[in-house]
Nanobody, 125 residues
Framework: QVQVQESGGGLVKSGGSLRLSCTAS????????MGWFRQAAGTERQFVAA????????YYEDSVKGRFSISRDKAENTVYLQMNSLKPGDSAVYYC??????????????????WGQGTQVTVSS
């Protein structure tokens, strides 16, 4: 049974930074593409960033380019999201997801097989 666990959320002032971490466990020896999505109250889940299973390619939603950076531990299915220059509009529950099977688009939520419970990020003005 695969489990996805996020950590690192919290409250930060506008302009500050946070680092989210996520590990997908339960499939030893299998490498997963990993992604981050976020959902603010009353909105749909939105793609934030993703990284391929080997770490060679990353993807970002336009509004976070240049501010957020996704990276991964090459030995494990562990991924990080470094968030800098945070804005109140970045406030949301951030979800980590893992895709163990080939997928045409890591920007789409339906491409992922397993999801974490989410971690709250709140940016105060």
């Amino acid at each position: 049974q695969v489990q996805v666990q996020e950590s690192g959320g919290g409250l930060v002032k506008s302009g500050g930074s946070l680092r989210l971490s996520c590990t997908a466990s339960g499939r030893p020896g299998s490498r997963a593409a990993m992604g981050w999505f976020r959902q603010a109250a009353g909105t749909e889940r939105q793609f934030v960033a993703a990284i391929t299973w080997n770490g060679d390619t990353t993807y970002y939603e336009d509004s976070v380019k240049g501010r957020f950076s996704i990276s991964r531990d090459k030995a494990e299915n562990t991924v990080y999201l470094q968030m800098n220059s945070l804005k109140p509009g970045d406030s949301a529950v951030y979800y980590c997801a893992a895709a163990f099977y080939g997928t045409p688009s890591l920007r789409r939520a339906v491409s992922y097989d397993y999801w974490g419970q989410g971690t709250q990020v709140t940016v105060s003005s």
